[in-house]
């Protein structure tokens, strides 16, 4: 039985003062929620801030991209070994808007997944197509793309321990979640997927739903037999949603 986990991404939002209060609320709620794994994913300034206030709870903590080389002249990135150094234990590669806004191929993000794996971080590599895509009937060709180029880069092995979010596009930030067996479809062709190289990895590999993931819709998709747990983005700056979505793991 895989454990679920509930990560946040705050996306680029929060502030020194906001932060604080969130954070305990965080570490407090999580305590009496043993059952399930809980990470939030701060934007990189608040590294020290999130690793000061969650040290020593069961609250773990990450960054939202990393850079796919280990150091040098690359004005204005953070490396892998940087987020260690602040113990992050995860890092999100391939978010859509990273791919959408800044360009990122697949390439580039089995590159930064291998990365943070080196450096001993556990990376959670995003999947999902646009609405268009969607619409076109290519879903699962698009995820399979996303996820064959890191198979191709690292080998299926690089999936041990790592962590799958499957973010459709079109149910980011719009309040429309993919129901739950839209998304239950996906993360099946997803596990299946890694089963064609190896069936053992597949069946531990921890799958999240990203997309618009709140209290009143977590349990239910939570309840399928390939969602293991959330991605999730708005909800995370509420402590008492974030800790809602947790409870339902
Ligand atoms: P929302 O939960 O705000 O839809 O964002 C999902 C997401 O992109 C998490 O990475």
Known sequence: MRRKLVAGN???NGSLAQNAGLLDAVRGGMASIPNVDCAVCVPFPYLPQAQQ???GSSVKWGAQDVHQLE???FTGEVSAAMLRDFGCSHVIVGHSERRAYYGESSRLVAEKFLAAQKAGITPILCVGETLEQRENGTTEAVVAEQLDALIQ???VGAL??????YEPVWAIGTG???SSAQAQAVHAFIRQRVASHDSQIASGLCILYGGSVKANNAAELFAMPDIDGGLIGG???VADEFLAICRAG
Request: aromatic fraction near 4%; charge should be positive.
């Open 10 to 12: 705050w996306k680029m």
């Open 53 to 55: 206030r969650l040290a």
């Open 71 to 73: 150091k040098g002249a």
């Open 153 to 155: 880069l690292g080998g």
């Open 160 to 165: 041990r321990n790592a962590v799958v979010a």
């Open 176 to 178: 429309k979640t993919a």
């Open 235 to 237: 909800a995370s700056l």
